[in-house]
């Protein structure tokens, strides 16, 4: 029996911010930013505000949201599961949940040998 593993995953307060973003915003998707000004807080965008190239990679979706990250930056995560979570406080200044009082953030885990197996990493 093959089990399903996800690269990214979302913690139930996540899903219910990402879920208040949308119901002001309409549908959304993430991308894990590594730049200087943001740290590394998945940007929570309206979808199409933010545009996605070659140079990125899909790594699920999220309560319906897609979530993407820079290849480069995938090189050094692929053998780490992200767990999105929400703290207090503000966000990334483009990020749509900033004025929530509330914050996406990313944690990780490593995978498993099994769960590498099942990825093929």
Known sequence: M???VSKVIATDTALALIEKVKTKHGPVMFHQSGG???????MCYAQGEFLIGDSDVWLGD??????????????YWRNTQLIIDVVPG???????EGPEGQRFLTRSRMFTDE???????
């Open 2 to 4: 093959t089990t399903e």
């Open 36 to 42: 200087c000004c943001d740290g590394s807080s998945p």
């Open 62 to 75: 999220i309560g319906d949201a897609p979530f993407y990250m820079s290849k480069a930056q995938y090189e």
């Open 90 to 96: 503000r966000g990334g200044m483009f990020s749509l």
């Open 115 to 121: 769960e590498r197996r099942v990825l093929g990493l």
